[in-house]
């Protein structure tokens, strides 16, 4: 697969660059996709959620009735579910929702997720660009010179702290590294920037050896 090499004013450069299919021309794997963006939201999860049960709550545990001739249910302490500020039944308690999963699983996640971006043309390639210092409106012009609107990710090849600090304000913006990327976040835009020598990284992350 080959695609034009645009500049950040969106004018094609004339260069062309060729997509390795051992990254970008795989057969998506549904499942592994799936089970890489449960433990990407998994790990996401606190896990702080408590409520008290009925041992924990405070209130007296005299019993309230007695237990015939009155008609109703036999009831104990008022600290029961049934009654109002009572125990919680099964209630939520802290735990770590987060699971492991194999490298090769996610890694072929990865490649799924991308080179499904690029069966439905959703990737584009841009010339290298930087900014002196973060600039928001900068970032903002680029993305509207590429017909960029929607949810957007940005792969650079390596770190530039400014333009990851360009893109920050921006809520449909997401910036990051080649050898960063993850499931969610490919599956989570309507478009992929790649920045030219970010093509490079990533096939030697991923082609095989």
């Known amino acids: 697969m080959e695609l034009s090499v645009l500049n950040i004013k969106g004018e094609d450069t004339g260069r062309k660059v060729t997509l390795s299919d051992a990254v970008f021309g795989v057969e998506p794997n549904e499942h592994a996709m799936y089970l890489d963006?449960?433990?990407y939201l998994a790990n996401q999860r606190q896990g702080t959620h408590k409520a008290k049960e009925r041992n924990e709550v405070a209130g007296s545990t005299k019993k309230i009735k007695k237990q015939k001739?009155?008609?109703?249910?036999?009831a104990g302490s008022i600290k029961s579910p049934v009654?109002?500020?009572?125990?919680r039944v099964f209630g939520p308690k802290p735990r770590n929702y987060s699971f492991k999963l194999n490298k090769k699983l996610k890694e072929v996640a990865r490649?799924?997720?991308l080179s499904l971006l690029a069966r439905d043309n959703r990737v584009a390639l841009v010339e290298s660009f930087t900014f002196e210092t973060p600039k928001t409106?900068?970032?903002?012009?680029?993305l509207s010179n590429l017909q960029s609107t929607g949810k957007t990710l940005v792969v650079l090849p390596s770190l530039d702290k400014n333009v990851v600090l360009s893109g920050r304000n921006l809520p449909?913006?997401?910036v990051s590294t080649a050898k960063d990327l993850n499931t969610f976040d490919l599956l989570n835009v309507e478009k992929v920037l790649l920045i030219e020598e970010s093509v490079n990284v990533l096939e030697n992350l991923y082609s095989e050896k």
């Open 37 to 39: 963006v449960k433990q």
């Open 172 to 174: 449909k913006v997401k």
């Open 111 to 113: 490649l799924s997720a």
């Open 69 to 74: 001739g009155t008609g109703g249910a036999r």
């Open 83 to 87: 009654f109002i500020g009572g125990g």
């Open 137 to 142: 409106k900068e970032i903002k012009s680029i």
